[in-house]
């Protein structure tokens, strides 16, 4: 998991105010005193992206908009790992344990049968 730092009420309201108070994702204007909104990544810490003070990674969303957007991008990091660890020639390991070429096996009707 990618480190994040810690985003000062300052900080945040200076983002909320340079960006309109208006949530990246949906568009849509957030009225700060009755919507729960967070200060959100636009690229994801996990496909490189950056939070340093004064970029323009960092931008004011609804709650409900940066969940859904968080649950996506936990997709798309999950699959560039796994692309990345292919490309690396890392094979993954099965949950499911066969032994097709184990000395018993089991019918249909539940019985196990040497084979």
Do not use: Y
């Not at 996990?46 to 940066?66: F, Q, R, S, V």
């Not at 390991?93 to 196990?112: A, C, H, I, M, W």
């Amino acid at each position: 998991m990618t480190r994040r730092r810690n985003i000062s009420a300052t900080e945040a309201l200076q983002i909320f105010t340079a960006n309109g108070g208006e949530c990246h994702i949906c568009a849509l204007k957030i009225e700060g005193g009755r919507e729960a909104w967070q200060v959100e990544h636009v690229i994801p810490l996990g496909m490189g992206g950056d939070e340093t003070k004064g970029n323009d990674n960092l931008k004011p969303a609804h709650t409900k908009c940066h969940a859904d957007k968080t649950k996506d991008d936990a997709r798309h990091i999950a699959k560039a790992k796994r692309m990345q660890q292919r490309a690396a020639g890392i094979k993954r390991g099965s949950s499911f344990q066969t032994n097709r070429d184990g000395p018993l096996k089991k019918k249909l009707n539940g019985e196990v049968v040497r084979r």
